[in-house]
T-cell receptor, first 113, second 110 residues
């Protein structure tokens, strides 16, 4: 069964460093999403992406964040200058159609020291 | 912004019992989805119910949706220890992003 994959599974970085989290969505999906879950808290929407542009973003998704689909398979989330409060699990999701089921990857645990 | 809010926050039952979790939301939705998250792991999609549906079944799962009350319930019948996880409802809106509730932590004791 096709699945969303994410790499790395765990990323440790120093405050102020840039990180890139990678996702490979399900191959025939067209809609892509990033979510964040701070430890012990709820899953929060960050951004949705379709047709090579951001469809919607939340208030969390400030200028420190960017997303890109650099090739036909990867979908990346970049955090330019990480802060301690960026420590969280970051989940990528994809769906085939709007309002369709979103399938989640296993997540990347980001730890900012 | 609309968000699903689950209750109870935590639920502990014995294996074999049924578990019922509820979710409420604030504004109109197109779909409501339930996800499971095992500790420290990813989100697994369980079931999607559309706004024009009232009930849906999948194996031991039964989901109901009452759009007049803006609420949904997830029933797990004949629970197993492996059902121990956090369960989230997520509601979507016009732009297809989802809003998650805080989740219900279900513990099924063997």
């Amino acid at each position: 069964e096709p699945e969303v994959t994410q790499t790395p599974s765990h990323q440790v970085t120093q405050m102020g460093q840039e990180v890139i989290l990678r996702c490979v969505p399900i191959s025939n999906h067209l809609y892509f999403y990033w979510y964040r879950q701070i430890l012990g808290q709820k899953v929060e929407f960050l951004v949705s992406f379709y047709n090579n542009e951001i469809s919607e973003k939340s208030e969390i998704f400030d200028d420190q964040f960017s997303v890109e689909r650099p090739d036909g398979s990867n979908f990346t989330l970049k955090i330019r200058s990480t802060k301690l409060e960026d420590s969280a699990m970051y989940f990528c999701a994809s769906s085939g159609f709007p309002l369709d089921t979103q399938y989640f990857g296993p997540g990347t645990r980001l730890t900012v020291l | 912004s609309q968000q699903g809010e689950e209750d109870p926050q935590a639920l502990s039952i014995q294996e074999g019992e049924n578990a019922t979790m509820n979710c409420s939301y604030k504004t109109s939705i197109n779909n409501l989805q339930w996800y499971r998250q095992n500790s420290g792991r990813g989100l697994v999609h369980l079931i999607l119910i559309r706004s024009n549906e009232r009930e849906k079944h999948s194996g031991r799962l039964r989901v109901t949706l009452d759009t007049s009350k803006k609420s949904s319930s997830l029933l797990i019948t004949a629970s197993r220890a492996a059902d121990t996880a956090s369960y989230f409802c997520a509601t979507d809106a016009e732009n297809n992003d989802m809003r998650f509730g805080a989740g219900t932590r279900l513990t099924v004791k063997p």
